[in-house]
């Protein structure tokens, strides 16, 4: 690998970035424009993020993650590379969760979605795991103990374009705020860290259903 290899395959990224950008903002306009997920006053989408992938992130990336036998190419990087425009759901506790799910699964019914690959619901929690597997999701387990449901949409079936849906309650995005400063974009070398994080974890889980069940007790 050359830097004239890697000015290539990031120069591909920036030739269609304002395609990626068009469709993130349609993707913010359907959740923040969606009227039963933002009601005044009680709102199910507390807040939304969005993002285009750092071109210098993304340099690092290919870098880091470069594999001789199969390079990434300027042809092939929008298939290998899935999160370079993002959005990310925050809302207050999980049981809010199939509401939203509810919206992304109708827009890929109504074929103004099509999924990239089947969404992956992050969670150690077992209960939280068998919420979302009712749901319809695979449910997966990460050594750092991550958190957070993902989709990756397309406009088109056979668009290259595509975004990264991550929806998350806000003790989950507490977590990931964390997480990225210490991890993000080269992960810590320090144990202590790794195990705090994973504690930090185990405590936000404990914080989602414990929002859980405080308004499943209003809500009586």
């Given amino acids: 690998m050359d830097k004239e290899t890697v000015d290539k395959i990031v120069q591909s990224y920036m030739d269609e970035k304002h395609l990626f950008e068009c469709f993130m903002n349609a993707v913010v306009d359907i ?10 006053g009680n709102p ?13 992130h993304l340099r690092d990336k ?29 809302h207050l506790y999980q049981d809010q969760f199939s509401q939203i ?47 957070s ?16 849906i991550q929806i998350r309650t806000l003790f989950e995005e507490i977590w990931g705020e964390i997480d990225h400063t210490i991890n993000y974009p080269h992960p810590t070398e320090k144990i202590a860290c790794k195990e705090q994080l994973r504690v930090l974890s185990k405590l936000v889980s404990t ?9 499943r007790t209003h809500n009586e």
């Fill in 31 to 40: 959740f923040k424009l969606e009227p039963g997920l933002n009601q005044y």
């Fill in 44 to 56: 199910i989408i507390y807040t939304i993020k969005s993002r285009l992938k750092d071109v210098e």
């Fill in 62 to 90: 290919i870098e880091r993650k470069w594999n001789d036998e199969d390079p990434l190419t300027p042809q092939n990087l929008f298939e290998r590379v899935t999160d370079l425009s993002g959005v990310r759901v925050l």
């Fill in 101 to 147: 799910h509810d919206l992304i699964q109708k827009q890929v019914d109504n074929g103004d979605w099509f999924l990239r690959e089947n969404p992956v619901a992050y969670s150690w929690d077992p209960e939280s795991s068998n919420y979302f597997k009712g749901l319809g999701l695979e449910s997966k387990v990460k050594d750092s103990y991550y958190t």
């Fill in 149 to 164: 449901i993902h989709y990756v949409i397309k406009p088109k079936s056979d668009s290259n374009i595509c975004c990264e």
């Fill in 207 to 215: 914080g989602t259903r414990l929002a859980d069940s405080i308004f």
